[in-house]
């Protein structure tokens, strides 16, 4: 592997553990709007492609609007209350920093709530650079937002990695030609990310310093 100059990381099941503020917004939702709630598990698994994506499955069009407009109103309070890190998670952001690599975020996450979970906790000082699903044409599994995340640091992609946590991130990094890292635990299960076959497979983030050799 070339020298890594840049680590990219998807943000939510990867980073952080946004799954609780997630469920409580959604299911806010459902509940004043008439519809049923769901439980963890179903929503986990819808986690990943963006607000928008999220929801669209369990409302009608008729509702669509409001349901998205009532959803990213309660998220603000509800992403500061209840997304966490782990602390390896943290240590780790630490140790590449003090390696000198540069670091990003690509999520499918609209750029406000990014920037609120980010800033709330606490790890918005660590990253260079960030490109979220409103600032792109075309989110993941697109390799755009790759792409010119690459662009971004004038770095080929040999010189960077990608980490996610998803058959999607699995897929952007692909195509992208990045060497991808899928940290189990997130909304794909082992068997679906084992068939898109990505670079590596680990069961927890702090496996990644020795993957990078640093």
């Known amino acids: 592997m070339d020298t890594i100059e840049v680590v990219i990381f998807d943000l939510d099941g990867t980073l952080v553990n946004a799954y609780a503020a997630i469920t409580k917004s959604f299911n806010f ?14 929503i986990k698994k819808a986690v990943g492609w963006g607000d928008k994506k999220l929801l669209e499955p369990f409302v009608s069009d008729r509702d669509f609007e409001k349901a998205l407009k009532m959803y990213r109103q ?3 309070k509800s992403l ?7 602390k390896t998670n943290l240590k780790l952001l630490k140790i590449l920093k003090e390696k000198g690599i540069k670091l990003a975020i690509a999520t499918n996450r609209p750029s406000k709530f990014s920037k609120i979970l980010l800033k709330s906790l606490k790890i918005d000082k660590f990253f260079d650079f960030m490109l979220c699903g409103d600032e792109v044409k075309n989110g993941k ?32 990094g692909k195509r992208a030609g990045i060497n991808t890292v899928i940290v189990l635990g997130g909304s794909s299960i082992k068997a679906e990310i084992k068939k898109v ?8 983030i702090k496996g990644l310093p020795k993957i990078i050799n640093i």
């Open 197 to 204: 076959k990505p670079f590596k497979v680990i069961e927890d």
């Open 29 to 42: 939702v459902m509940k004043k709007m008439g519809y049923p709630q769901k439980k963890n598990g179903i």
């Open 74 to 76: 309660h998220h603000v």
């Open 141 to 172: 599994p697109h390799p755009e937002m790759l792409m010119k995340i690459l662009k971004h640091f004038k770095v080929n992609n040999k010189q960077a990695i990608y980490v996610g946590d998803m058959t999607i991130d699995a897929i952007a």
């Open 80 to 86: 500061k209350e209840y997304a966490k890190i782990k």
